[in-house]
């Protein structure tokens, strides 16, 4: 599996499935009849982590995949597996509506890198459904607090682009300033 590339098996006539990423941080699947399968990185605090440039999931120990999916089997169980070395993440029941929602922890015992999480169930009318998609597994990173006197390298960033825009911006100001005064200011007529 690699990103932006998902495997899915379904065994009904194969509707084209479209994936769509949310602000850079949800993956959406879904079809023209309804089908919807949604998956994130959370982490405790509820935020939801970006994807990277290439369009993977990227998760640390201790975060939750969190997915959702609509127009599935109403009271069937949805399973979520881990590959590599196969680990079941979690069994989800669907509602009556035919919509489920979970977050799935990543424990401390899942290796770091490259793997495929794997999301299977059944369409309303019995049709097996199973997505694959590639997600990266990285160590938690402990955030710091910066001292208020040394900024950080995205502080300094910041800063520089800032500074950087400043002089042109009072160009524009005073070339803005000089155009309209000359507007304003009244013509001789000459004889």
Known sequence: MTP??????????ETPIDYVEINNRVLLFQDSNGFRLSMSAVDDRGQVA???????IVLS???FVAVAGEEFRPGSDVVVWLFSTPRQLGVVRVRGDGAFSQRLRITNDV???????QVNGFSKQGAVRSLNLAVVVRSASVATSPDI????????ARLTSRSASLPILVVVVLVAGAFAAGLLMPR???Q
């Open 4 to 13: 932006r590339n998902p495997l899915v098996v379904q065994s009904d006539p």
């Open 188 to 190: 001789r007529r000459s």
């Open 149 to 156: 006197g040394s900024p950080t390298p995205a502080t300094e």
């Open 111 to 117: 290796e770091l890198g490259q793997h495929t999480i």
């Open 50 to 56: 970006e994807v990277t440039p290439e369009g993977a």
């Open 61 to 63: 120990h201790g975060d």
